[in-house]
C-alpha cells in the first residue's frame, strides 16, 4: 500500500472573478465571468486523488454555506477527513481575480480553519500512518493560532513521515520562531521563484536554492517551480537540474502551483523517482493551466493522453496505461 498525501492546512471556498486587467489603486473594472468553488488545499488533494494516490484533509471545516461547500466537494473526489465539522463558524473563502493573462490575484478571510486547538493537533497525529506524505502550507503557518501548533506537529513527525512544505504568497509574513522548526523537519520544499527569492533573500535561483539548502536538513529536496519553465529539482548532494515544463495557451493558472504540488507528491507515493515525479508534475501543471477553474489536474487516463508519445507516459503507466 502506498502513503497518503494528507493536508494539514487549509480547504475553503474560491470566490472566482474574471477580468480584462487589475483595477488601479481605488479603481473598479467590471468582472466578465464569476462563480464560487473550493480551493485552498483541495486542489492539492485533488490532484493527488485523481493520480491514484489516497488523499485525506487533516484541517478545519465549518458549520454553514461554505463548509457544505466544501465537504461536498471533498466527497466528490473520494477525499476522506480526520477531524469533524466546527459547530460554531463556518469556513474561510478567498477573492480570486483571474486577469486577461490568466494570472490570479487573491484576498483571503479565514473561518474556522484559523482556530486550530492542541486537541485538533492530537487527533491528527495519533491518526497518521507510516508512510504518509504531510503537505503543509504557508497560509497555515502564517495564522497567530495556528502556526506555532503545526510548527511544533512538524517538527515532531516521526521519521516515517515524509514532510513536503509549500510556503505559499505569504512566506514573508511567516514568524521565523514559527518557520525555522518546520524548515529543519522539511524533507521537500516545493515553491515558486517568487517565495525562493522572498525566503531566501536572493535574486538569482541559484543562490536562493543554495541559501534555501542550509537552512533544511542534509537529506531534503528543494523543487523551485516555474510555470511554462518547468521546475529546478535540488537532490540531497547535487547541483540544481532544470526539468523542462510542457509549453501550453495558459487559460488560468489558478490552482497550478497546487496541482504541481500534489502531482509530485502522488508520483512520489507510487514509488517513481524525484526526477520522473517532478516531470510528471510539470505535466500535469501544464495540464490544469489550459482548463478553467481550479481543480482541473488531470486524472491517469487524461494525463498519459497529453503525454502522447512522450516517454514519460510509459515511465509513469506503463505500456498497458492507467
Not at 4 to 23: S, T
Not at 34 to 46: A, E, I, K, P, R
Not at 96 to 121: C, K, Q
Request: proline content about 7%; glycine content about 14%; hydrophobic content about 45%.
Amino acid at each position: 500500500m502506498t502513503g497518503r498525501l494528507v493536508l494539514a492546512g487549509n480547504v475553503i471556498a474560491d470566490l472566482v472573478i474574471e477580468v480584462p486587467a487589475l483595477p488601479e489603486r481605488g479603481g473598479d473594472v467590471i468582472g466578465t465571468r464569476s462563480g464560487t468553488t473550493v480551493g485552498g488545499g483541495f486542489n492539492t488533494l485533488v490532484a493527488a486523488r485523481r493520480l491514484g494516490t489516497q488523499a485525506v484533509f487533516a484541517g478545519l471545516h465549518g458549520t454553514g454555506p461554505y463548509g457544505d461547500l466544501v465537504r461536498e466537494a471533498l466527497t466528490a473526489e473520494d477525499i476522506g477527513t480526520l477531524l469533524p465539522a466546527r459547530t460554531e463558524a463556518d469556513t474561510g473563502f478567498t477573492v480570486a481575480l483571474i486577469d486577461g493573462g490568466g494570472e490570479r490575484t487573491f484576498v483571503t478571510s479565514f473561518g474556522v480553519e484559523a482556530t486550530l486547538r492542541p486537541s485538533d493537533i492530537e487527533a491528527v497525529a495519533g491518526r497518521l500512518r507510516p508512510g504518509d506524505l504531510v503537505q503543509l502550507s504557508g497560509y497555515g503557518l502564517v495564522l497567530p493560532a495556528n502556526g506555532p501548533l503545526l510548527s511544533a506537529f512538524a517538527s515532531g513527525l516521526p521519521a516515517g513521515i515524509t514532510l513536503c512544505l509549500d510556503p505559499a504568497p505569504l512566506v514573508a509574513d511567516i514568524p521565523e520562531a514559527v518557520l525555522g522548526p518546520v524548515l529543519a523537519r522539511t524533507d521537500w520544499l516545493s515553491l515558486n521563484a517568487r517565495e525562493a527569492r522572498l525566503l531566501s533573500g536572493h535574486e538569482d535561483p541559484g543562490a536562493a536554492v543554495a541559501s534555501l539548502r542550509e537552512r533544511l536538513a542534509p537529506t531534503a529536496g528543494v523543487l523551485v517551480r516555474a510555470d511554462k519553465d518547468g521546475c529546478r529539482l535540488t537532490l540531497p548532494g547535487r547541483e540544481p537540474v532544470h526539468v523542462p515544463g510542457f509549453p501550453v495557451d495558459a487559460v488560468d493558472s489558478n490552482g497550478a502551483g497546487d496541482a504541481h504540488v500534489g502531482s509530485f507528491l502522488a508520483l512520489l507515493a507510487q514509488g517513481h523517482d524525484p526526477l520522473t515525479a517532478a516531470r510528471g508534475a510539470n505535466a500535469a501543471a501544464a495540464f490544469a493551466v489550459g482548463r478553467r477553474g481550479p481543480a482541473t489536474a488531470p486524472d491517469r487516463a487524461e494525463l498519459k493522453a497529453f503525454l502522447g508519445a512522450d516517454p514519460l507516459a510509459n515511465a509513469l503507466f506503463g505500456a498497458d496505461g492507467p
